[in-house]
Every structure is written in structure tokens, then in C-alpha cells.
């Protein structure tokens, strides 16, 4: 699997969220890469945006770490 490892931490230093820096999918038994995350920053609410790139098509746009639940994941704005 290429690419990178992320974890975003709080200001304790405790991780709120780790993983792939893009999105894995399982095909035929294999995990491969449908879109990577790049050009992380946060915005003026305090959220993680990054922008993303999907590897088969020309689908981009950017995603969002959103807390849900208690549970942290990624939301995307799609542009093609």
C-alpha cells in the first residue's frame, strides 16, 4: 500500500484519530487505492480539511474529519 500514515492528536496530546490518509478498498481480495489525501490544513471552525484525488477517474475534492457518535471519519465534498 503506498501512501501516508495519519494521526491527528488534541491539544493533550492524546490521538482522536489515526489511519490511511486516503480511502482502501478490498477487491478480489486485494486492498487497493480508489483516492488519497493530500494538503491537510485546518479552517477558521477548527475542522481538518484535505483536499483528495481518486485514482481511477478525475474525481476531486476536498474531505472533512467529522466526529459522529463518538467515532471519527472522513467526509467528502466531491467535484469532477
Not at 488519497?36 to 481518486?54: D, V
Request: charged share 15%; hydrophobic share 40%.
Amino acid at each position: 500500500m503506498d501512501g501516508e500514515l495519519w494521526s491527528v492528536h488534541d491539544f493533550g496530546g492524546n490521538i482522536k484519530w489515526k489511519g490511511y490518509a486516503g480511502v482502501i478498498e478490498k477487491i478480489n481480495g486485494t486492498d487497493m487505492v480508489m483516492a488519497t489525501f493530500g494538503r491537510p490544513h485546518w479552517n477558521s471552525k477548527g475542522e481538518l480539511i484535505a483536499h483528495f484525488a481518486c485514482t481511477a477517474s478525475k474525481v476531486n475534492g476536498n474531505v472533512t474529519l467529522l466526529q459522529s457518535l463518538g467515532n471519527w471519519n472522513w467526509k467528502a465534498i466531491c467535484q469532477s
